[in-house]
């Protein structure tokens, strides 16, 4: 998707550190938030409840009917799912337990004997036509049609280039009973209203909660209930070529081995698969020989996690049953124990806290699951999914920047810091909160614990920001790589973590929706995420862990607002894996752990979503998406 304004818009240079510390602050203001047991969880959601195809307007799951009360004053719908929501303003949605869909009005005859009215047909065999004072309305599976001639002509109402400009798929159509010109069709892609006749529609799906998602590939990542993937840019849901990976996996897998492949996970070169009858089995050669586990689960296995350190060790979800694994699947235990009978859907862990997380029918739950050994089942699961809407939990995500993701039926994707964070204390990169190795000069932030003083050896580690809950850190010019063990000390209590280093490990700082840090080079003034880039434009970046700079400078103090220190390493970008020219760079005037790296945006570039990474002395950075605009519309 391409952000369509003009010009470059930018806010004040005083933001920058506030943007810059997003990730940080956002941990900071949950709290005291600790299980939902003890106190209410800060669920964000992440974009809507819609997806963009293209269509007449954001578009959303299947519903199935739709209809008007007699006063016409009211819509309501059934989804896919079964929940009725209706709408008074034609905008915002709200749950209906009283009402239920009235009965569909027959499909007309099949094409054989299309007869609608004396001297009239059908616009497709099958269609379902209502009738008002002056003219028929028809919806057809995949458009919608009206006849002022009762039925022997008929105008496609939503038909453009061989294509439906609100989707196909259509389930239903109503009438208003007050206004003949007034109709809301339903189809596989939500809710559609026209206000003069069909002539022009808008859809009403923005505030229903409709959205089919039902995998997380990553936070931004998601599968939808048709196996199509959708992307989270721009603050919106948007659809990506492709499917579920995991689809071809189980296809090659089931017709190498035979078996009813319904699951598949593998990490480090062991691969599991889980079947349909309930069987799970493990192979350490990429797939050439197949070790069954010793007992079948039962019902159907529906997902596999694989503990990503420790491949030995996975978790299987089988029904309402969740099993676990600590020998490579030769054996899985039971380890459901006082989880609430629904069928589990999603699975994730944190195998350094013994803590996992399951998405089911009745939302998602935590409980303390040992995966270095075979220990006792929970006996405790608490519910980390009361403050949501009830509904059934399809996946859950631990992020490398310790929240929690999950996706709910029908009303989207939430975050929350984890629940179980205060149990574990973790190092990550202070620009992007990943696991990657720090660099001289670089900015790592401690999640979990309030820091007062780091020091590993001889070395100070400057502790530049705190709070209850995370601490940001600088490591020093002088650090030479390797593994090292840095000791924390808070007001009373301390505590020891390792800490890897190496030469470089860039990586680009975004905010805490995913978004690169960019100024403007001319101004220094931070660029505006929503306002697209243009061609031939130069922008700088925000980044860390470029390592060291010449002339020496000291850690923990800013650098110089004039000839600030330059990087000693040759750094490289890439715009889509095209090479782009970098001018400079340079640690961040002003700042401390920060460097900036100003690039020449290419003077022809394809308009829309483009991928941008950095690279020094081999390593890369996290990839990022910038949003161009070009005054020449390249084929």
Aim: charged share 15%.
């Amino acid at each position: 998707m391409c952000r369509c304004e003009t010009g470059v818009r930018i806010r004040s240079i005083t933001t920058l550190a506030v943007a810059a510390g997003a990730l940080l602050s956002a941990f900071a203001s949950s709290g005291s938030a600790q299980v939902a047991s003890d106190s209410s969880l800060l669920w964000k959601r992440i974009g809507g409840t819609t997806v963009g195809l293209g269509l007449a307007g954001p578009a959303t799951g299947p519903v199935k009917a739709v209809w008007y009360t007699r006063d016409g004053k009211r819509l309501l719908v059934e989804t896919a799912a079964g929940r009725v929501f209706e709408t008074q303003d034609f905008e915002h949605w709200r749950l209906n337990t009283a009402d239920s869909a009235p009965a569909q009005p027959p499909a007309q005859p099949p094409a054989q004997s299309p007869v609608v009215t004396p001297g009239g047909t059908l616009p497709e065999p099958e269609a379902r036509v209502q009738s008002t004072a002056n003219r028929l309305y028809a919806a057809g599976r995949s458009n919608i049609y009206a006849s002022d001639d009762a039925g022997r002509t008929w105008l496609n109402l939503t038909g453009f280039n061989n294509r439906s400009i609100v989707g196909g798929g259509f389930t239903s159509l109503a009438v208003s009973p007050v206004n003949a010109q007034e109709l809301t069709a339903t189809n596989q892609f939500g809710v559609w209203r026209s206000l003069d006749g069909g002539l022009t529609w808008r859809g009403l799906n923005e505030e229903l909660p409709n959205l089919m998602t039902r995998k997380l590939l990553n936070r931004r990542l998601t599968v939808l209930a048709d196996s199509s993937l959708a992307s989270f840019e721009a603050g919106a849901w948007l659809q990506l070529s492709g499917t579920d990976p995991e689809l071809a996996l189980r296809a090659r897998f089931a017709d190498r081995t035979g078996l009813r492949v319904s699951a598949f996970a593998q990490s480090a070169g062991i691969f599991y698969i889980g079947t349909a009858d309930g069987k799970l089995y493990s192979s350490r050669d990429a797939g050439g020989a197949w070790i069954e586990a010793l007992r079948p689960a039962g019902a159907a296995i529906e997902r596999i996690w694989v503990d990503p350190e420790r491949t030995d060790s996975a978790l299987a979800a089988s029904g309402t049953r969740l099993l676990r694994t600590v020998n490579g699947g030769a054996f899985w235990d039971d380890v459901t124990g006082t989880l609430p009978g629904a069928r589990i859907h999603g699975i994730t862990a944190d195998p350094a806290s013994a803590v996992a997380y399951v998405a089911t029918d009745r939302g998602v739950f935590l409980g303390s699951v040992s995966l270095n050994d075979a220990g006792l089942a929970p006996s405790d699961w608490k519910s980390v999914s009361r403050d949501l809407p009830a509904a059934i939990a399809w996946d859950v995500r631990l992020n490398p920047d310790n929240t929690l993701t999950i996706a709910l039926d029908g009303y989207g994707v939430f975050e929350t810091p984890a629940p179980h964070r205060s149990r574990s204390i973790r190092v990550v990169n202070g620009a992007d909160m990943s696991d990657r190795p720090a660099a001289p000069g670089s900015l790592i932030s401690i999640l979990g614990v309030n820091v007062r003083r780091g020091i590993s050896g001889a070395l100070a580690y400057p502790v530049l920001a705190s709070n209850a809950q995370n601490s940001q850190l600088q490591v020093p010019f002088e650090a030479a790589p390797g593994v090292f063990q840095l000791s924390l000390q808070g007001v009373t209590e301390r505590w020891t973590v390792p800490v890897t280093v190496r030469d470089a490990s860039p990586a680009i700082f975004v905010d805490s929706e995913g978004s690169p840090l960019l100024l403007d080079a001319a101004s220094g003034l931070v660029l505006d995420t929503n306002v697209a880039i243009h061609a031939g434009s130069t922008v700088q970046i925000l980044a860390t862990g470029l390592g060291k700079v010449t002339p020496d400078w000291t850690t923990g103090v800013p650098a110089p607002l004039d000839s600030p220190p330059v990087v000693k390493g040759t750094v490289t970008a890439y715009l889509d894996g095209t090479p782009v020219q970098v001018t400079k760079a340079t640690l961040a005037p002003g700042y401390v752990g920060y460097y900036i790296v100003e690039m020449q945006i290419p003077t022809i570039v394809n308009r829309g979503t483009s991928e941008l990474r950095i690279l020094m002395n081999g390593e890369e950075s996290n990839r990022v998406k910038l949003y161009l605009e070009s005054d020449r519309l390249l084929p």
